[in-house]
């Protein structure tokens, strides 16, 4: 039965997550961890590391290891959690399949039209949110801890975040760099 729900939730998520992988996290968190209760916030926080740092995008990634997750959490082992990733990184490209099957020679016939930029133009606020939404999702005390509960945690991590900000930003540092240096760091620093 979890397979059928995680399906239908990914194939939802796949559906409306505009924005690509940064986008859906939000969709992805709300639905694994506050709907269904399939993840606590904590895996879900050590599921997007783990998808920023393999090879791929990050909502394709998010969606295996979740639907891995979903499934080995139900109580199933082995093969079955594998059908889970399966299941859930298809129900999560479906849609992009079909729509993009569907639309492909329309839109490049119809492009340049007033109404189809004005539909782009209506979407580009909606993305910023979701990026916005799922950036905020992710400062969390999973990921900063508190300052009342550790303190030392807390502004290490407040100091990595800003540091990052500011090397990908302004000092246009590749971000693979940034993210050694701040695991790198991290080790140092946290343990």
Same mark, same amino acid.
């Given at each position: 039965?979890?397979?059928?729900?995680?399906?239908? +939730?990914?194939?939802?998520?796949?559906?409306? *997550?505009?924005? %690509?992988?940064?986008?859906?996290?939000?969709?992805?968190?709300?639905?694994?961890?506050? @709907? @269904?209760?399939?993840? !606590?916030?904590?895996?879900?926080? =050590?599921?997007?590391?783990?998808?920023?740092?393999?090879?791929?995008?990050?909502?394709?990634?998010?969606?295996?290891?979740?639907?891995? #997750?979903?499934? @080995?959490? &139900? %109580?199933?082992?082995?093969?079955? &959690?594998?059908? *889970?990733?399966? !299941? #859930? !990184?298809?129900?999560?490209?479906? /849609?992009?399949?079909?729509?993009?099957?569907?639309?492909?020679?329309?839109?490049?016939?119809?492009?340049?039209?007033?109404?189809?930029? +004005?539909?782009? &133009?209506?979407?580009?606020? $909606?993305?910023? %949110?979701?990026? #916005?939404?799922?950036?905020?999702?992710?400062?969390?005390?999973?990921?900063?801890? $508190? /300052?009342?509960?550790?303190?030392?945690?807390?502004?290490?991590?407040?100091?990595?975040?800003? #540091?990052?900000?500011? %090397? +990908?930003?302004?000092?246009?540092? =590749?971000?693979? @760099?940034?993210?050694?240096?701040? &695991?790198?760091?991290?080790?140092?620093?946290?343990?």
């Amino acid at each position: 039965m979890i397979f059928l729900y995680l399906f239908i +939730t990914f194939f939802e998520i796949g559906l409306f *997550g505009f924005g %690509g992988g940064y986008g859906m996290l939000s969709l992805i968190q709300t639905e694994t961890v506050i @709907h @269904h209760h399939w993840l !606590t916030s904590a895996e879900f926080t =050590n599921i997007v590391a783990i998808s920023q740092m393999t090879p791929g995008p990050i909502g394709i990634n998010a969606a295996t290891y979740c639907g891995y #997750a979903a499934v @080995h959490n &139900a %109580g199933h082992n082995g093969l079955m &959690a594998v059908l *889970g990733s399966a !299941t #859930a !990184t298809f129900a999560l490209v479906l /849609p992009s399949l079909i729509l993009m099957i569907l639309i492909s020679k329309m839109f490049m016939k119809y492009m340049n039209t007033p109404v189809v930029q +004005t539909v782009f &133009a209506g979407l580009r606020p $909606a993305v910023v %949110g979701l990026l #916005a939404a799922a950036t905020l999702l992710l400062m969390n005390a999973e990921n900063f801890s $508190a /300052p009342d509960v550790n303190p030392w945690q807390f502004w290490i991590s407040v100091g990595l975040f800003v #540091a990052t900000f500011v %090397g +990908t930003k302004y000092m246009k540092i =590749n971000p693979i @760099h940034m993210i050694g240096y701040a &695991a790198l760091a991290g080790l140092l620093l946290l343990y």
